[in-house]
């Protein structure tokens, strides 16, 4: 993860101001466009009220929040929530520490994702796993989850990065997750990650029908000038072939929303939110 430039709180909410006309655009009318809120990370720190309202007004359809939801107080959740139904944004997943499956902060997971109206729990990581057998015990671990969550209405998933997709004893780790959890269980598939490590992110939509509810649209460029390597390209500028990502998403993925992640660039916070979106507009215009 990166640093990048930061903002005033007033210059972020003036640069939402200034996109807001462009929330009257026309959406993608198959699928939700959204942001991982990890992408605005230092301003919704700041304030994180404002930080959501002023993302809905760029014109956001859908809002993931990442691990610091987990520490909020039951009153910021509902302000928060507010904010949501309010501007018509939703939140359909929350992104979380593994422990947050475990016994005991379950219960408060599910708390406070029927709080958000969150739809998914999404592991946005696993613990240390240096063989197959790990993974495995992994797959399991996120299986007893989700048997808790389905009666509740909320279902689970794994958000991959490079290492789920490094070969290991001969068999990539996102295998062993695919194979050994149920087939309500979402692959939530990074884009940029993915194809940093070489593997062909089409292909894996493909032989996963039904299973990549979501997509995180970030990007990523091989040999980028110094100050936008990596991932500190824009959502559009780099490797990963986007035209044929969207089309086996939503015709074989069965997916249910896109979200913009962003891990720095060369533009402050607010920018890069705003150019990411008016990039994902044009690609499907």
């Not at 005033?8 to 655009?25: C, H, N, Q």
């Not at 009153?75 to 475990?102: G, P």
Request: proline share 6%; aromatic share 10%; with cysteine.
């Amino acid at each position: 993860m990166t640093s990048h430039a930061r903002v005033s709180r007033r210059g972020f909410l003036a640069a939402a101001a200034a996109t807001a006309p462009l929330a009257l655009a026309a959406q993608s009318p198959k699928v939700p466009i959204g942001i991982e809120m990890y992408s605005v990370r230092d301003e919704l720190t700041k304030d994180t009220l404002a930080t959501t309202r002023a993302i809905a007004k760029m014109g956001y359809q859908v809002a993931e929040f990442y691990g610091p939801y987990f520490s909020w107080t039951p009153d910021l959740l509902k302000q928060v929530r507010k904010i949501l139904d309010d501007t018509a944004m939703r939140c359909l997943s929350t992104h979380n520490d593994f422990r947050n499956f475990s016994p005991e902060n379950i219960q408060k997971a599910i708390d406070y994702n029927h709080g958000l109206g969150a739809k998914y729990m999404v592991a946005a990581s696993a613990p240390r796993a240096d063989s197959l057998d790990a993974w495995k015990r992994i797959a399991d671990t996120l299986t007893s989850a989700l048997d808790k969550l389905r009666p509740t209405g909320l279902s689970a998933g794994y958000h991959n990065h490079q290492t789920e997709f490094k070969p290991l004893e001969g068999k990539r780790p996102i295998e062993i997750i695919a194979a050994n959890t149920p087939k309500d269980f979402m692959l939530q598939l990074d884009l940029g990650t993915c194809v940093e490590v070489g593997s062909d992110p089409v292909a894996w939509i493909k032989a996963n029908p039904g299973r990549i509810k979501c997509c995180h649209l970030k990007d990523w460029a091989p040999g980028a000038a110094e100050d936008e390597k990596g991932y500190r390209v824009l959502f559009g500028e780099g490797a990963v072939p986007w035209k044929q990502v969207f089309a086996a998403a939503e015709s074989t993925g069965g997916v249910e929303y896109y979200l913009i992640e962003q891990e720095g660039s060369r533009y402050p916070e607010p920018e890069t939110a705003r150019r990411c979106l008016a990039t994902y507009r044009k690609m499907r215009a």
